[in-house]
């Protein structure tokens, strides 16, 4: 006896059923990509407003050295201040420090800057040791010049790491142009600084 069809075996008006849709979870092609170089750039935004952080911090360090009355010292101190502001950058930007390195790299950037500037800058600390009127002087004109190099230091160093330099791949010879217009920008941003300090004064926030 032969066994019983099934009831759906060759009607040719029964169709299989369908294979289930695939549920739509909102993702497209291309949406892990698009997320990843939205955390890549959100990254990079904290990374630059942690480095305009150092860069403020140590500008007013570098305020505070130009400021010290003894002459030559403050030069001494003020180069600390910017190799102590290098040191945390290329930290923060996972940059090998060589600290002969890079004080070679700042003595040629401010040996590009002009012999007149680098001895206004001595001048102004040997100042110091003429009261009354000449160390005033130096004490108003010092600060201000020893934060506008550092800020301008700063931003040379953070720029150049940013897009993915190191302390190797640094010509400064072919930034001597570009530093020497970073400091007079500089200035302003110094002056604004200096500005908030004193009493009362609204702040603005981390020099740029």
Do not use: C
């Not at 890079?102 to 040996?111: D, E, I, T, Y």
């Not at 012999?115 to 110091?128: H, N, Q, Y």
Request: charged fraction near 20%.
């Amino acid at each position: 006896m032969t066994a019983k069809s099934s009831a759906t075996d060759g009607d040719p008006g029964t169709r299989p059923d369908p294979a289930p849709e695939p549920i739509d979870d909102g993702a497209h092609p291309g949406a892990a990509e698009e997320a990843l170089v939205t955390m890549e750039a959100d990254h990079r935004r904290l990374r630059l407003e942690r480095a305009r952080t150092v860069v403020h911090r140590n500008v007013l360090w570098a305020l505070g050295m130009g400021a010290l009355p003894i002459p030559i010292f403050d030069i001494l101190a003020l180069t600390g201040v910017q190799l102590k502001m290098i040191r945390e950058l290329s930290a923060l930007y996972d940059v090998k420090f060589s600290e002969s390195l890079v004080r070679k790299l700042l003595g040629s950037l401010l040996a590009g800057f002009g012999a007149a500037s680098v001895g206004t800058a001595l001048a102004l600390s040997l100042f110091k040791l003429f009261p009354p009127v000449s160390a005033a002087l130096s004490v108003l004109s010092m600060p201000a010049t020893a934060g506008a190099v550092t800020h301008a230091t700063g931003r040379i160093f953070t720029m150049h790491f940013e897009s993915g330099g190191t302390f190797f791949d640094l010509d400064p010879n072919t930034l001597r142009a570009h530093f020497k217009a970073e400091v007079e920008r500089s200035r302003a941003a110094v002056a604004r600084l200096q500005a908030e300090a004193r009493p009362g004064a609204p702040r603005t926030g981390a020099a740029s």
